[in-house]
């Protein structure tokens, strides 16, 4: 058993004994990245299944995340990443259709499923045992607390159980995830615990990287608030603002004249949605971008709308659109003589590139120059759910500008992304 130790942050190390004496019906474990609960939460499922084995329980374990298509680029390569660390590779049986993990000297397995479809989820059962140990990563992503209740009940069965809750925190008091973590002290059985970077690189720096440790120490000085929440997991905001660092500010002709990175990005409009084209200078050095000019309206043809950019649009000066809208991109360069061509989307673009403003120092937009931005960018709200509380989800509607500036700077955007340590810890 000792060998878990090496591999995980002293901060959690009276969780261990807590869990496999059951001691804890419920971990809620929040933090900012890096801070090692979902590395955490990877280990302790196969290491409690062999434990169990060894005691002669016959438990088997399932690991959620909201979407289904998140599964095997997130818990599943956690799990079998902490397999690895283990050095445990030849004791399990690692499939991804089905996607599952098995222990092959008992058959002890670790689903693996998404909650869009529910019904996956109740389907479940097991020739032996019952599901012992259930892992909710991205815990702040799930509907809020009926949806929580739905799932515990339909698999805490057969006997005593564990779950296991990871996520960093939202930054509005007001996300149902705050509210309960909050709201929950009193809970009989329920460890809660928060955890950051710091923790981590104490004792094992080594484990996050020096490109991670810049990119924090960056965030620190460059935008305090963002750092407190995707750093430290603290609660930074009061509402479901997503943008907490746009400004209003008034720019003259003679400041434009001094941009010197202007970038140009295009939204094309489908069907009841409206098109949008955003000029924006964005400065590497002070972590901001600044808007100034725009074109934003409905039922636009493809000619009208060449016609409208040409006039906006800088000379020779490169414009993106959205790669799904090949078609349209064609018939605006080939037909009408528009310097566009697609932007780069790599996985989960829109979350990439909605953190990688939040993460600015400021959006400065000039509201007289482009009211749709700014209108867009002040005002775009987490999603709710059934009962009004905020959800870690970014709503798609009123979001046409913000898309338009997304593939105007994606590959600074794609660069901060994917600068990601070897070990991703999270």
């Known amino acids: 058993m000792l060998e878990i130790y090496d591999y995980i942050i002293p901060k959690f190390d009276d969780f261990v004994p807590a869990i496999l004496n059951m001691e804890v019906s419920e971990i809620a474990l929040r933090g900012g990245r890096g801070s090692t609960k979902s590395s955490f939460a990877g280990l302790m499922l ?69 909650c ?90 080594e484990w996050l990287g020096d490109d991670f440790i810049y990119e924090a120490n960056y965030l620190k000085r460059k935008n305090f608030q963002a750092y407190k929440n995707e750093y430290l997991g603290e609660i930074t905001g009061i509402g479901g603002e997503i943008f907490t660092n746009v400004k209003n500010i008034t720019l003259t002709d003679d400041d434009i004249l001094t941009f010197d990175k202007i970038r140009q990005g295009l939204d094309f409009g489908l069907r009841r949605d409206p098109s949008a084209f955003e000029k924006l200078c964005y400065s590497r050095k002070h972590s901001e971008v600044w808007f100034f000019d725009e074109i934003f309206g409905y ?9 409208l950019v040409r006039a906006k649009a800088i000379y020779n000066q490169i414009i993106k659109g959205d790669s799904a809208e090949l078609r349209s991109i064609n018939t605006m360069s080939t037909e009408y003589n528009i310097n566009m061509i697609p932007c780069q989307k790599g996985p989960d673009s829109v979350r990439h590139g909605i953190k990688w403003f939040q993460d600015l120092e400021s959006i400065n937009i000039d509201r007289k120059r482009c009211p749709a931005a700014y209108r867009e960018f002040s005002t775009y709200s987490y999603e709710k759910n059934k009962q009004g509380e905020w959800i870690n989800e970014y709503p798609d509607k009123d979001n046409h500008t913000i898309d338009a500036a997304r593939y105007a700077l994606d590959d600074i955007i794609l660069q901060s992304g994917w600068r990601v340590p070897k070990y991703d810890r999270n």
């Open 46 to 114: 196969p290491f409690l299944l062999v434990m169990d084995c060894k005691r002669g329980i016959q438990s088997h374990a399932i690991a959620i995340r909201k979407v289904g298509n998140t599964l095997k680029k997130s818990v599943y390569n956690q799990v079998k990443k902490g397999i690895s660390m283990l050095g445990w590779d030849n004791l399990f049986k690692c499939t991804v259709s089905p996607m599952e993990i098995i222990y092959k000297p008992s058959g002890q397995t670790i689903f693996f499923s998404g």
């Open 116 to 205: 869009d479809d529910p019904t996956k989820i109740k389907s479940i059962t097991v020739p032996n045992g019952y599901i012992k140990y259930r892992w909710l990563e991205e815990f702040d992503q799930f509907d809020g607390e009926p949806e929580i209740r739905n799932l515990n009940q339909s698999l805490a069965r057969g006997g005593r159980t564990l779950a296991i809750y990871t996520f960093n925190t939202p930054p509005s008091i007001n996300h149902w995830v705050n509210k309960w973590w909050l709201d929950s002290y009193d809970k009989r059985g329920l460890l809660k615990d928060t955890s950051t970077w710091e923790h981590v690189t104490e004792y094992h720096p």
């Open 299 to 307: 039922g636009y043809a493809n000619r009208e709308l060449a016609d």
